[in-house]
């Protein structure tokens, strides 16, 4: 007797960790069942993948989805439907939020709030602070816990971790992978005034300049090898970095953005302004050259979009007044499928740096791969399709990217969360299915 399923996905390119295949996948009970010549097996419902290639749902290890406190930006709801719509079915969102993510009690409002509302699934990470240290080894293993976040620049507050006794107190308190934004804060500080003297959005990368990037790497790095502790740096931006980075494979892991694989200095700030502006900035060609270099050689681990949503109006203040950062969760998948398209990488890459690698990293449990048992979280996507990005498809409360306009080629089509249709042809389907994402790390505990 033939084996019958939920859902079939018939007659697509299908991205196994094999290699992309020509095969059905068979779904039941929202897992991934068969992976295969299905036709003949009958199905409760079917979904035509002709023409089509069928990847693992992007897992997008950095995300500011800025509730509570700052909801006017984005919300849960908004930020995870922007994220099923470009492809996206997992985050792991930000603890910079008002109050910040620091203690059980927040992170459980954040869990409450994310109830029926978020259409993707979802982690928060809690914030590391000097106060919260001897409470973060219980802290990233509560469930809905992406880990630890540490600020050592580009923060206020409570949660940044500027001096290295601190940092190596963080790194001493738990086992779990460290998610760090590396930048030297007390040379942030000394430089402001340049900034604030200069008056453009052009200055940026030379205010927050290499230097303020590699200090803050090589502090960490040497913690990291002190500690014993793995970190992951987020939102790689120079070249000498990329260059230390390499060096620590047995302790360090690297995430980079589209927005620092797409756009370049200076021509993106005389483009877009302050719309171009987020921390660690955008840098020039060589920069630029030196991070798609990284990953031809394997360096990159991840690619996080690093969404950071600001209304026009906060974006349209003088400089450095001018908040930093852009959104970019839905159009993730969008530009890295262009840049497939440009030859730029291979879509077994990009199903590696978007899927593969962050599921591995952080162990997810289920996620991130079509291997029969895993989730069945999927994205449908056109590599042909040749299509302008307009700010009415974009969903985030802020109301506007940096690539309108902009036209690419390749395009989600439809994403699957659990087997269940959650977007289709640049619509939302169906009410909120997002739960909380779990980890292997936390489940062997």
């Not at 020509?22 to 979904?47: K, N, Q, W």
């Not at 990953?295 to 969404?307: E, F, K, P, Q, R």
């Not at 969760?329 to 740096?353: F, N, S």
């Amino acid at each position: 007797m033939l084996q019958s399923f939920d859902l079939v996905i018939r007659g697509g390119s299908v991205a196994t960790p094999g290699g992309v295949v020509a095969a059905d996948v068979g779904v039941t009970a929202g897992r991934i069942a068969a992976i295969g010549a299905l036709t003949a097996h009958p199905a409760a419902e079917t979904l035509d993948a002709s023409g089509l290639h069928v990847l693992p749902g992007v897992i997008d290890s950095q995300v500011h989805f800025r509730e509570p406190g700052l909801e006017h930006k984005e919300d849960l709801a908004s930020g995870s439907e922007a994220a099923v719509l470009g492809g996206v079915t997992t985050v792991f969102e930000m603890p910079n939020t008002q109050p910040a993510t620091t203690d059980a009690a927040a992170l459980a409002d954040k869990l409450r709030r994310a109830e029926g509302r978020m259409h993707c699934d979802h982690a928060f990470y809690v914030g590391a602070t000097a106060a919260n240290i001897g409470d973060l080894a219980s802290l990233e293993r509560l469930p809905g816990s992406a880990g630890i976040k540490i600020f050592m620049g580009s923060s206020t507050g409570s949660l940044l971790v500027e001096d290295d006794g601190a940092l190596a107190d963080v790194l001493r308190s738990g086992q779990r992978r460290v998610a760090v934004h590396a930048e030297h804060e007390p040379r942030l500080r000394e430089r402001k005034a340049l900034a604030e003297a200069s008056g453009q959005a052009e200055f940026h990368p030379t205010w927050r300049d290499v230097e303020t990037a590699v200090t803050a790497t090589t502090r960490l790095l040497r913690a990291a090898g002190t500690t014993g502790r793995r970190v992951h740096v987020l939102h790689v931006t120079t070249a000498e970095e990329i260059e230390l980075l390499a060096a620590a494979r047995d302790i360090a892991t690297v995430e980079v953005t589209p927005h620092h694989l797409t756009l370049e200095a200076p021509d993106c700030y005389r483009r877009l302004g302050t719309r171009a502006q987020m921390n660690p900035p955008v840098r020039d060609g060589r920069h630029k050259a030196a991070l798609w270099q990284a990953i031809a050689d394997g360096v990159v681990d991840v690619l996080g979009s690093d969404h950071a949503p600001h209304t026009l109006e906060e974006k349209s203040k003088p400089y450095p007044a001018s908040p930093s950062g852009m959104t970019g969760v839905q159009t993730l998948l969008p530009l890295m499928l262009d840049h497939v398209a440009q030859g730029r990488l291979t879509l077994e890459r990009l199903v590696d740096l978007t899927a593969h690698g962050p599921q591995r990293i952080f162990q997810l449990a289920g996620k991130g791969r079509i291997m029969r048992g895993y989730d069945a979280d999927l994205v449908l996507v056109d590599l042909g399709a040749r299509w302008r990005i307009d700010r009415s498809w974009l969903r985030s409360r802020a109301g506007w990217s940096p690539y309108e306009d902009v036209e690419v080629t390749g395009r989600p089509v439809a994403t699957l969360l659990r087997g269940q249709v959650v977007a289709r042809d640049g619509a939302l389907v169906g009410e909120p299915l997002g739960k909380p994402a779990r980890f292997a790390e936390t489940l062997l505990t």
